[in-house]
């Protein structure tokens, strides 16, 4: 995975660097979290591994930005080295930190959180593919909404967009469905009639007979 690093201290960001490299991922390296943020922005990369304590930007506040920003899960791991006190858990929490390592990083440690990182984004994108499946009846057409509700499909595709329909018969329906029906009421609309119950097309404008002059 490319995995973004974000720290101010250079020691630290080589030897995280390295440690991923060893462990088969790409890191991305950003010399704080106002660095991280720019690359955030650019790469929108899906795992990051940041410091805590940082200038201007620090890890919370850089964890903060990332879920406002939305779209795709973003796997956070905050590196400290600050005591794990209640009042520091649910600073880090509320943030939206997912997980947690103690400075210096032990690489078993870490090879074992991002193994839970990758299994924790592989899930969400299944469930996202599947969330992209409308579930639609065979028979009537209605689709189920996210409340579980069945709408007709007009009305889905309106709610949702705000687009408008009109309603037609196309030629294919008219032939196998309309006249069938018709014939069974003993009705035979000739050619080109129009049906019971719709408008004649209008006039066109180069057949239209000319007024009578006084």
Same mark, same amino acid.
């Given at each position: 995975?490319?995995?973004?690093?974000?720290?101010?201290?250079?020691?630290?960001?080589?030897?995280?660097?390295?440690?991923?490299?060893?462990?088969?991922?790409?890191?991305?390296?950003?010399?704080?979290?106002?660095?991280?943020?720019?690359?955030?922005?650019?790469?929108?990369?899906?795992?990051? @591994?940041? /410091?805590?304590?940082?200038?201007? #930007? $620090?890890?919370?506040? !850089?964890?903060? +930005?990332? %879920?406002? =920003?939305?779209?795709?899960?973003?796997?956070?791991?905050?590196?400290?080295?600050?005591?794990?006190?209640?009042?520091?858990?649910?600073?880090?929490?509320?943030?939206? @930190?997912? /997980?947690?390592?103690?400075?210096? #990083? $032990?690489?078993?440690? !870490?090879?074992? +959180?991002? %193994?839970? =990182?990758?299994?924790?984004?592989?899930?969400?994108?299944?469930?996202?593919?599947?969330?992209?499946?409308?579930?639609?009846?065979?028979?009537?057409?209605?689709?189920?909404?996210?409340?579980?509700?069945?709408?007709?499909?007009?009305?889905?595709?309106?709610?949702?967009?705000?687009?408008?329909?009109?309603?037609?018969?196309?030629?294919?329906?008219?032939?196998?469905?309309?006249?069938?029906?018709?014939?069974?009421?003993?009705?035979?609309?000739?050619?080109?009639?129009?049906?019971?119950?719709?408008?004649?097309?209008?006039?066109?404008?180069?057949?239209?007979?000319?007024?009578?002059?006084?």
């Amino acid at each position: 995975m490319k995995i973004l690093i974000a720290d101010d201290d250079p020691i630290a960001r080589t030897v995280l660097a390295a440690s991923l490299r060893m462990l088969g991922h790409e890191p991305v390296v950003a010399d704080g979290g106002v660095a991280a943020w720019q690359q955030f922005e650019q790469d929108h990369l899906r795992v990051i @591994v940041s /410091d805590w304590m940082m200038p201007e #930007v $620090d890890g919370l506040e !850089l964890c903060r +930005r990332v %879920r406002a =920003a939305g779209g795709d899960y973003v796997y956070f791991i905050l590196l400290t080295n600050l005591s794990d006190t209640p009042e520091n858990m649910q600073a880090a929490i509320e943030a939206g @930190v997912d /997980d947690f390592l103690r400075k210096p #990083v $032990d690489r078993f440690d !870490l090879g074992m +959180r991002l %193994r839970v =990182a990758q299994r924790i984004l592989e899930f969400t994108h299944q469930v996202q593919r599947l969330e992209e499946f409308l579930p639609i009846c065979s028979y009537c057409k209605k689709i189920r909404d996210d409340k579980n509700y069945w709408n007709q499909l007009e009305r889905y595709i309106n709610e949702r967009t705000g687009s408008q329909f009109s309603h037609a018969i196309c030629p294919d329906c008219l032939e196998s469905v309309v006249k069938p029906q018709l014939r069974q009421l003993g009705i035979d609309a000739p050619p080109g009639a129009p049906l019971p119950g719709t408008k004649p097309p209008p006039p066109r404008a180069d057949r239209v007979p000319p007024t009578d002059r006084a």
